[in-house]
């Protein structure tokens, strides 16, 4: 059997919802704009579609500077994303960061949609994030605000095999992959 790439998304806003493209650009930090934004409550700790499941419902396009943010019945944010803002503090799982907060009119559309008082930050220029060296296969990996690693690979046969033991079937977007594959065994993305 051989694999092949089916299908590549980047979130550009952590836990919020992703964006297909047919070809993306792969930095150090993994593909291009993935996960360079976050959501992040008073003190710096990033939110998460596991406790705020309206982030799921957030839709945010990049072009060039221009951030443009929809969700149901909201207006349409657009912001210009900048690395001159207020530079703040913030947490990712165990690891701490510096992130550049996005501005309180951002903020306050976030936190209208989400019913609670939170942030949107970028990831500060200078910030080296590394992925965790037990598994890193070069000591200099990175990773933006994603959870630990670059890419989330996940395969299509995978999520067929997960299917076939559920009562509902799952989606692939549940599980927010970076790059699907196909045309081999479920679980061959492991390898």
Known sequence: MTMKISALYYYPIKSCKGIFVERAIVDQK?????????????VGAFLTQREHHRMALIAPRIEGDTITCTAPEMPTLTF??????KHVPVTVWRDQCGAIDQGDHVAEWFSD?????CRLVHVADDVVRQVNQIYAPRADDQV???????????????????NMRLAAPLEMNRFRPNIVVSGGAPYAEDK
Do not use: H, K, W, Y
Request: hydrophobic letters at 45%; glycine letters at 10%.
């Open 30 to 42: 993994g593909i291009q704009n993935d996960r360079v934004m976050m959501v992040v409550d008073a």
């Open 80 to 85: 210009t994303r900048t690395s001159r803002g």
């Open 113 to 117: 949609f989400l019913m609670t008082s």
């Open 144 to 162: 933006g605000f994603a959870d630990g690693f670059p890419f989330l690979v996940a395969s299509q046969e995978s999520l067929d095999d997960l």
